[in-house]
């Protein structure tokens, strides 16, 4: 026994409480704990029957995910896992009830699967996500799962990693009782009413484990699942296989297929790149100067200026997270727009089945649109969300002075311009912050929250509390030029249209990225942005522009030619009405012609070049950043670019994508892309001297306990 393990006797039942905050993961020290616990109870003659529950706010999250990475390293031997745990449960003589609230989540199902009974709190949720970490369950649960819901229903939560809340896991068989009001009392009820009834093992129950002819339908669907929509991904295939192995083996047999599976899942980058981006996830939340009591404002109530695309889809991400909020803008024409737009994407979440038509009108009564500004005056938090140009935000924000109320958060979602030069145009810089959301706004999960000269500590801690509740994850980055995303963002496209300048087709370097794992290639981005959002942009900064300096040709040529994105039916590529994409002949003559003007003879290029110019000098660019110190940590880019820009979790984000190559190999090809391009590829100097080190990124970087 220790102390994340405690032990108490009710009456006849003995009570063993994992006490391993904040979340009860299974670490060195809790298994043996709950062994040891049940060895006492096994022991102690007035004992007749047993509850496994967890302190605080949580039965158990799962295995300690801290673990995984030493064993990989070779610092710890994986051994029997918790496997003999597992059996000492199952077989225990008095009868063990798992009482389950908040999560029990892979190893905690694992744990509460073994058990004899499980009951659970309603708003409970049990699940397998081991495959949101490249893994699957270790110890049992692709066994006895489908034991215990079918077949179909197990392949679906190991295959995804969704949980299922526990008045569903009791439909399903996998709850065998729902508790209302205190937990550890009706556990103790039920498991002492249980006490001397004959228990049904899990891992001999094989009824529902079905016939070779119902299951092949069953497999087919999911292998063709995994084939559709997790493409790259290794786990969800052998989360499947160990599944199939549960239907075709005996128990024994099937735990040992599972361990084999799962130590090849456990092995590869990708679960490595998953499992860095689930701690950079919660790093990143984490600021060394922003003391951890810093008062923060709730928001009761939001304002948005600008009806636009973005303006819509910041409301639509209030509205959804139930705070009330003014969209306001100055023309009834786009208000009416945006009312159309935000109904339209509500009732098409409805016809999907995502939420009811109920929760849509609620979600619709959250958003009051106005022409006025005086109805922002109420608002803990107005956000502009307007085109890029300057004179106007200072416009607004000047007026946002007069009118917000003291203490409200003033921020901006711009893209790329200055904070601070915003800031200075009200009397209350302290109070203003970026807070850049990415299109759509209330789908993508990333918010750069932009920290200005002078942005102050309470409406920092603020915004990140508020992100949170909004349900986005935020990264805090420094003011520059596009911030810590858009200033990488720039550099990849202007390479990408290099290429094609120089010989590439469009279809090759858009193929190039989404072989890589992106969600698109970067011509289609643009398309899906509008070709005219970059076009504006640089015509705002090209005063800026260094002399001498090559500059793409061709998307300026294509918004010449009226070729926006998808919005004008074509870009990069023709659309039709669906906005589905084809290569468009018309394209490449307007390429012949711009290689011609440029003098440049077409060459062969290979994929090779393709993926590596684009992702180095993501790199490149990301290494700069580093220093400047515009990004905290190499793991809050990777953090923006796999929540903002679709780079596939399984690389774990550019900066981590380069340290797994090695940041000498990489440093070697930018230095040869110098050579032959110029100086838009000089080396970074964080870049050389990590490389000259034997470094990486991320040895760099600080962690926050
Ligand atoms: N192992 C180790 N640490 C874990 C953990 C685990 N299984 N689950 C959570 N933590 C840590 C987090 O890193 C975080 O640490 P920090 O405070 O130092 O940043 C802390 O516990 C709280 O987690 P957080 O995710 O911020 O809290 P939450 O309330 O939003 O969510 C969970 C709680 C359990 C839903 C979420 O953490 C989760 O999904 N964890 C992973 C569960 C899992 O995948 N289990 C299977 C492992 S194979």
Redesign the pocket.
């Known amino acids: 026994m220790n102390d994340l393990v405690l032990y108490y006797v009710d009456g006849d039942v003995a009570v063993i409480t994992v006490n391993n905050p904040?979340?009860n993961?299974l670490s060195p020290g809790v298994p043996e704990g709950i062994a040891a616990c049940l060895q006492r109870a096994q022991q102690d003659d007035r004992v007749r029957a047993v509850v496994l529950i967890g302190a605080g706010r949580?039965f158990i999250?799962?295995?300690?995910?801290?673990e995984f990475g030493k064993i990989t390293s070779g610092s710890k031997a994986r051994g029997e896992g918790l496997h003999p745990l597992l059996y000492a449960l199952e077989d225990s003589p008095k009868p063990v009830t798992a009482a389950i609230h908040g999560?029990a989540?892979?190893?905690g199902l694992e744990v509460a699967m073994a058990c004899a009974y499980r009951v659970a709190v309603p708003e409970a949720r049990l699940g397998q996500?081991?495959v949101?970490?490249g893994?699957i369950p270790g110890a049992g649960g692709t066994q006895r799962l489908p034991r215990l819901v079918g077949v179909a229903k197990a392949i679906e939560m190991c295959q995804f990693g969704e949980p299922v809340s526990a008045s569903e896991a009791a439909r399903l068989g996998l709850v065998d009782q729902l508790v209302e009001g205190d937990l550890v009392t009706g556990a103790v009820a039920f498991a002492r009413r249980m006490a001397d009834q004959p228990v049904n093992k899990v891992r001999q129950r094989d009824a529902l484990l079905g016939t070779p002819e119902q299951n092949s339908p069953i497999f087919a669907r999911a292998r063709e699942l995994a084939q559709t929509r997790q493409r790259d991904l290794i786990a969800p295939r052998a989360a499947i296989e160990a599944i199939e192995a549960a239907t075709k083996l005996p128990f024994y047999e099937g735990i040992q297929q599972e361990a084999q599976l799962f130590e090849q899942c456990l092995f590869s980058s990708q679960s490595k790149a998953l499992i860095h981006v689930f701690?950079a996830e919660?790093a990143a939340a984490k600021i060394p100067d922003l003391p951890k009591d810093t008062p923060v404002q709730p928001v009761q109530k939001a304002g948005i200026v600008g009806a636009g695309t973005m303006g819509v889809g910041i409301a639509m991400t209030y509205a959804n997270a139930g705070i009330p909020v003014v969209l306001k803008d100055v023309s009834q024409q786009a208000l009416d727009r945006a009312l159309a737009a935000i109904q339209r994407q509500y009732a098409q979440s409805v016809a999907k089945g995502r939420f009811s038509q109920a929760v849509m009108e609620e979600r619709l009564g959250r958003i009051q649109l106005s022409l006025d500004d005086r109805d922002l005056e109420e608002a803990d938090i107005v956000v502009e969300a307007v085109f890029e140009n300057m004179a106007l935000k200072k416009e607004i924000f000047s007026r946002l002075d007069q009118i917000a109320k003291p203490g409200a958060i003033l921020a901006t979602n711009t893209s790329t311009l200055s904070i601070d030069e915003i800031a200075a145009a009200t009397s209350r810089p302290h109070q203003v912050v970026g807070h850049h959301f990415f299109s759509p706004a209330h789908v993508m999960r990333l918010l750069e929250i932009v920290r200005g000269r002078q942005t102050s500590l309470p409406v920092l801690a603020a915004s990140l509390a508020l992100a949170r509740r909004l349900g986005k994850v935020a990264v805090v980055v420094g003011n520059c030029r596009g911030f810590v995303g858009n200033r990488m963002f720039g550099p990849y496209r202007r390479e990408a249209q290099f290429l094609i300048e120089e010989g590439a087709s469009v279809e090759q370097v858009d193929r190039a990225m989404t072989e890589f794992g992106m969600a698109m290639g970067p011509l289609a981005v643009g398309d899906l942005a509008g070709l005219d959002v970059g076009w504006r942009i640089r015509r705002e900064f090209q005063h800026l522009d260094p002399p001498g300096v090559r500059k793409p040709l061709l998307e300026d040529r294509l918004v010449e030619k009226g070729r926006l994105g998808q919005k004008s039916g074509a870009g990069w590529y023709r659309y039709d009405e669906n906005r589905k994409p084809y290569f468009d002949p018309a394209v490449d003559e307007i390429i012949d012609q711009v290689r011609r003007e440029a003098g440049i003879q077409p060459r062969l290029i290979s994929q090779q070049e393709i993926t590596e110019r684009l992702l180095y000098t993501l790199v490149n660019e990301g290494a700069r950043i580093l220093e400047e110190k515009i990004a905290l940590r190499s793991s809050d880019i990777d953090i923006v670019y796999v929540y903002g820009y679709g780079f596939p979790a399984h690389r774990g984000g550019p900066m981590f994508y380069a340290d797994s190559v090695g940041l000498s190999a990489v440093l070697e090809r930018v230095r040869e892309f110098h050579a032959q391009h110029g100086s838009r590829w000089q080396p970074a100097p964080l870049l050389e001297r990590l490389a000259g080190q034997g470094r990486g990124f991320s040895s760099i970087d600080t962690s926050i306990?």
């Open positions: 904040p979340v993961a949580s999250a799962g295995a300690d995910i801290k999560q989540f892979g190893g996500p081991e949101k970490l893994l701690f919660r306990a």
